[in-house]
């Protein structure tokens, strides 16, 4: 069986482990972007928290994917669980930074000119400051999510879901004639959905980033 | 291909440059070394580092493994358990990891380093945006997929495993290297030109001195990275401490999975504060941002 007849013969499995494997690192990301942003928020104007929440996020960066799921199996168990909680904490880590960074870095004078018309704290977080650091923040999503597609991979091993599990299924059948097949497709699935995530956030990117502040 | 990204911010924190390489290598983002124009007052070397970072990670590695250890005198294991973790099973995988790891390590700097250097050159300087391309489509495969396709070409051991490894690092430490190069200030490289160097004069004395703070991030990057690939090369037949933790994952062996992870996690962090150290000891001291 050639390439194409096998994704032909198997294209609603594939479809549907592509689209499994997109929703578990979409909705993963979504919990890490309101997490990360929320970290950030709370940590970004005192350098001890600052330094304290990049420090733990990229420290969880530094553990091994597989060592991260096999600690967690022993607790929460196989399958979807683990893979989720593996995710939102890796995702964590490029949106905590850049949010710090990019909340760190707004022009004070633009901050102290809200303060001079009369905006309050709450107001102007969400309409100064998060505006201005959010293409920052857009960067950090974009490379998290790359990065989650490969670990969403590995987490297949401990039944997680998506198309890790095809590459898996092939890693198995070594030597067999499906057995290129299976980890071609399921490589190729992850590199496509990484493409149209990212070609996503850029059209995200052109929609939500204010126009002053555009390059 | 890749489309413009949004401006990535240009104002990081002081000394933000060591933070693992995985993620921040957009263009343009590159590091802040030559920044700081008032030079350091000299101080002691130990003054370098905090004792914090000297202590703090080592003891509470060395407390995890030691409860780990008291741990298992207790646990009673059983037969299969017993089988997978005698006979110096556990010390062979460690072995080995470390071996995948430093090996690995060595090509990709040799590999990567010197291309970002070529790359940078007049002559080659078109070809860059394409292996940045080229590096940003990579970061898209996931590592796993790209180790079974080595083996399933060459046979299940421990060279695919190697070579899937060197491919998977070589891709970030070579955009770090391009992207730090072209941050050099380019006023430095022109003072140097009109002074009369020569232009291997000028990369030897005055570009590779400034992006060296560059290069041991990506040393860091790669062995950071390495260590977390070569769990991998259990699947191609290639060893490492990744053996224990599918074993134990297989076999539904909470002992050995737990050991298995826990060296990876003590290795990992373990190798990344060795790193995180030689940056700072081995950084030029002209190029130290004052804290």
Known sequence: ?215 | MSGRRPSPPDNRPEGEHEVKGLAFRDEGEGEQEAAPLVAPPPEKMMRRIGWPKLVLLPAVIAVVLLATWLWFQRADLDSISETALSNGNVWKAFKQHVQLTVISTFFVLIIAIPLGILLTRKAFRKAAPIAMTFANMGQATPAIGLLALLVIWMGIGEKPALIGIIIYAVLPVLSNTIAGLKANDPTLMEAARGIGMSSVGVLTKVELPLAVPLILAGVRTALVLNVGTATLATFGGGGGLGVLITTGITNQRMPVLLLGSILTVALALFVDWLASLAEILLSPRGLEVKS
């Open chain 1, 1 to 215: 069986m050639n390439f194409w007849d096998y994704i032909g013969n198997r294209h609603q499995q594939l479809l549907a482990d592509a689209y499994q494997h997109a929703s578990a690192v979409f909705q993963c990301m979504v919990v890490a972007t309101l997490v990360g942003v929320l970290i950030g928020v709370v940590s970004y104007r005192s350098e001890w928290a600052g330094n304290l929440a990049t420090l733990t996020t990229s420290t969880i960066l530094t553990i091994p994917a597989l060592a991260m799921i096999g600690l967690l199996i022993p607790i929460v168990g196989l399958g979807v669980a683990p893979t989720v909680i593996a995710l939102t904490l890796y995702g964590l880590l490029p949106i905590v930074r850049n949010s710090i960074v990019g909340l760190r870095g707004v022009d004070p004078a633009l901050i102290d000119a809200a303060k001079g018309i009369g905006m309050s704290r709450i107001a102007r977080l969400v309409k100064v400051e998060l505006p201005l650091a959010w293409p920052p923040i857009l960067t950090g999503i974009r490379v998290s999510t790359q990065m989650l597609m490969g670990i969403a991979a590995i987490a297949a091993y401990a039944s997680g879901p998506g198309l890790g599990n095809e590459i898996f299924r092939g890693i198995a059948s070594l030597g067999s004639k499906n057995a290129l097949n299976q980890v071609l497709a399921g490589t190729l699935g992850i590199i496509i959905l990484a493409l149209i995530f990212d070609a996503v956030y850029v059209l995200v990117g052109r929609l939500t980033i204010p126009r002053g502040i555009r390059v």
